[in-house]
Every structure is written in structure tokens, then in C-alpha cells.
């Protein structure tokens, strides 16, 4: 699985705030690692995630991403562009309905460990109703994710909250 990470900031509930997106795409679809960031004290991944998803397709559909301090394969954005174009093409516009699809993509909640109220690394997948409403679905422990969906993905997102430093 190609896969690309970056810092990405947003606008929370109270300025400005920020994450680590990690991006992987195999022959299904994309998958979206959205990762808090330990010494972020801004608006926090899960209150803000349908921010960050809308915020995030914007940046990727107007080729606004920083990506500076990317690793991996930024030819990802190309693809996740071009596939958002054309669903919201097909849609007369690109709607939540479709940014959030699982068929185009999986988005997956991550906090590191010893980050938020679990001691070990949490990935949760979250799908969105046709208003863009998120639902949680049961967290899962770094094992259980690599299972759901894919070592490469999972151990990036892991590697480069890592790096998240002050």
C-alpha cells in the first residue's frame, strides 16, 4: 500500500488547531488516518473531524496541502483529487454524501498512546450519515487494526505521530 504523511491544520472550536493525516490507497479505496497530535491543546480530532474531513477535501480538490514535512508518496494527493473531482462532478458538486463514502474511503480516528483516555495506540473508524454526522464505531488496539485495515497504513500512522516531538 503507497502511503503519505503530514501535519494538517484546521479550524476548531477555538482557532486554530491540528493533526496528523496519513493517507493509504490499495485497489478498494483510500484509507484516512487522522492522528491527534500529543501537544495539540487545540480542538480535539474527534470534536472536530467532520471539520477536518471538509477541511482536508478542500485543501486536496484546491491543491492547497503543505506538504513540506510529508513522507512518502505525495502522488497520493493526485489520486484522492482526481477521485473527489469526479464523484463530485457526478453529483453536481462534491457533497458530504460523498466525501465521506466508504466506498471512496475509510477515515479512521488515531490516538497515539498514552494520548486521550487509552494507554496504548486507538484506531476507530468513524462513517458519517448522509448529513455528515459522525459514528464511532468499537476503537480497536494496534493489532486489531493492522488486521482491519493493513499493517502499512496502521505502522505509518504510528511512525509519524511519533515524530510529534515538542
Known amino acids: 500500500m503507497r502511503t503519505l504523511s503530514f501535519n ?11 493533526c ?14 487522522c492522528s491527534q497530535k500529543r501537544y495539540d491543546h487545540g480542538t480535539s480530532v474527534t470534536n472536530a473531524l ?11 480538490i484546491s491543491n492547497r ?5 510529508a513522507r512518502g508518496d505525495v502522488s497520493i ?6 477521485s473527489w473531482k469526479s464523484v463530485g462532478t457526478a453529483a453536481r458538486g462534491l457533497t458530504l454524501r460523498s466525501l465521506y463514502s466508504e466506498e471512496l474511503a ?21 462513517v458519517f450519515d448522509e448529513a455528515g454526522n459522525p459514528s464511532w464505531l468499537a476503537g480497536k488496539n494496534t493489532e486489531k487494526a493492522i488486521a482491519a485495515y493493513g499493517a502499512d497504513i496502521i505502522k505509518k500512522a504510528i511512525a509519524f505521530s511519533k515524530e510529534d516531538i515538542k
Not at 50 to 60: P, S
Not at 77 to 82: A, C, K, Q, S
Open 20 to 33: 496528523g493525516i496519513t493517507i493509504g490507497t490499495n485497489a478498494q479505496r483510500y484509507v484516512i488516518v
Open 50 to 60: 467532520e471539520i477536518i474531513a471538509t477541511d482536508l477535501a478542500n485543501a486536496v
Open 65 to 69: 496541502v503543505v506538504t513540506k514535512d
Open 106 to 126: 475509510l477515515w479512521i480516528e488515531h490516538y497515539p498512546a498514552n494520548t486521550g483516555m487509552f494507554s496504548g495506540e486507538r484506531f476507530t473508524q468513524v
Open 8 to 18: 494538517f491544520k484546521f479550524n476548531g472550536f477555538v482557532g486554530e488547531g491540528r
Open 77 to 82: 494527493l493526485e489520486g484522492l483529487r482526481t
